[in-house]
């Protein structure tokens, strides 16, 4: 158990919808960063969250957009929602001390139908 | 451009053989990190070792070791005494310390141990 949860574990909705992806970091941690796996593209950066902050983004589509809250849990939002969008939705997160090495949480498996 | 390379795009290995997960990786910058990562069929990405481009010596972990050889752009991932558990797609990847600290990723080894 790496000490980062997200919820839900599986998500089924249709084209044109919208969902949340939520993500607790281990305790202490203050970077937050969102991946997202999928078969034909692998694992992609989507954003990074440190305190706050949105510190840098990746390949993130303009349909998605997340927020670090005070008390540090991120959601990830995604609308528009399109049938290339199933993959599975990583978070991660990372300490002060230990900057570099980032703890994944289970992921959420989001298909849309 | 930083890219990880992973050549291996499966393997099959026999019970308590040790094995070894090929990685290269391509970045002009100084300062970087390089990881592995296993992921089961559950799909969890699981932290497994992790060595610093300063770090003189080989990172260690238990069974897994990175045989790291900076010359060469290389940090293969060696699993000693292998187990039935330790079948499971593995990544490697890379972390530029001046840059944002997001993981750039290889596109992964599947590990099937035969027992």
């Known amino acids: 158990d790496s000490g980062v949860t997200q919820t839900p574990k599986h998500l089924i909705t249709a084209t044109g919808q919208r969902v949340t992806l939520r993500c607790s970091p281990r305790s202490g941690d203050l970077s937050v960063y969102w991946y997202q796996q999928s078969l034909d593209q692998g694992l992609q950066f989507l954003i990074q969250y440190y305190n706050g902050e949105e510190r840098a983004k990746g390949n993130i589509l303009e349909r998605f957009s997340a927020q670090q809250f005070p008390d540090l849990h991120s959601e990830l939002n995604l609308s528009s929602l399109e049938l290339g969008d199933s993959a599975l939705y990583f978070c991660?997160?990372?300490?002060?001390?230990?900057?570099?090495?980032?703890?994944f949480g289970p992921g959420t498996r989001l298909l849309v139908l | 451009a930083q890219k990880i390379t992973q050549t291996q795009p499966g393997m099959f290995v026999q019970e308590k053989e040790a094995v070894t997960l090929d990685c290269t990786y391509d970045t002009s910058d100084q300062s970087y990190g390089l990881f592995w990562y296993k992921q089961p069929s559950s799909g969890e990405m699981i932290f497994l070792i992790y060595?610093?481009?300063?770090d003189e010596q080989n990172a260690t972990e238990g069974r897994y070791s990175l045989n790291f050889q900076k010359a060469r752009k290389s940090a293969n991932l060696v699993i000693s005494a292998s187990q039935l558990g330790d079948s499971a797609m593995y990544f490697c990847a890379m972390i530029i310390m001046d840059s944002n600290y997001q993981l750039i990723w290889g596109a992964g080894t599947k590990l099937i141990i035969k027992p």
């Open positions: 060595q610093g481009s300063y």
């Open positions: 991660a997160s990372s300490g002060l001390l230990s900057q570099e090495t980032q703890y």
